[in-house]
C-alpha cells in the first residue's frame, strides 16, 4: 500500500523561506506524476506546481519565479522550494500522486493525496 508523508510546514515571515518534502512509502519503481496542491481557508483546491517522471514541470502563475519543484526518483520524493513567500500564499499544502504507479505489485492507476501540511506566512 502506498502511502504519502509529508513534512516541512511552519510558520515564516513574509519575504521567508520554506521547503516542503513528500515521500512516498512502499516498494514503487516509478510514480508517473508528483505535486502539491494548496487550500486557504473559504478556497477551493488548486495546483501549486507539479512534475512528471521525465522532469517536466507545471506552474501556478501565482509562484511562478518564488517555488521550485523538484523530485528525487531514487528516493520517491517529490520537493517544494518555497522563497519569498507572502502571505496569500498561507494555506494547507497537499501533496498528490498520480498514477500510473509501478510497485512489487505491479502497475497501478489511482490518485492519492497526502494529509497536508500547513503554511503560515504572517504580515
Known amino acids: 500500500q502506498v502511502q504519502l508523508v509529508e513534512s516541512g510546514g511552519g510558520l515564516v515571515q513574509t519575504g521567508g523561506s520554506l521547503r516542503l518534502s513528500c515521500a512516498a512509502s512502499?516498494?514503487?519503481?516509478?510514480?508517473?506524476?508528483m505535486g502539491w496542491y494548496r487550500q486557504a481557508p473559504g478556497k477551493q483546491r488548486e495546483l501549486v506546481a507539479a512534475i512528471t517522471v521525465g522532469g517536466s514541470t507545471n506552474y501556478s502563475d501565482s509562484v511562478k519565479g518564488r517555488f521550485t519543484i523538484s523530485r528525487d526518483n531514487a528516493k520517491n520524493t517529490v520537493y517544494l522550494q518555497m522563497n519569498s513567500l507572502k502571505p496569500e500564499d498561507t494555506a494547507v499544502y497537499y501533496c498528490?500522486?498520480?498514477?500510473?504507479?509501478?510497485?512489487?505489485?505491479?502497475?497501478?492507476?489511482?490518485?492519492?493525496w497526502g494529509q497536508g501540511t500547513l503554511v503560515t506566512v504572517s504580515s
Open positions: 512502499g516498494n514503487i519503481f516509478s510514480i508517473n506524476d
Open positions: 498528490n500522486l498520480k498514477g500510473p504507479v509501478r510497485s512489487d505489485r505491479g502497475i497501478g492507476f489511482f490518485e492519492l
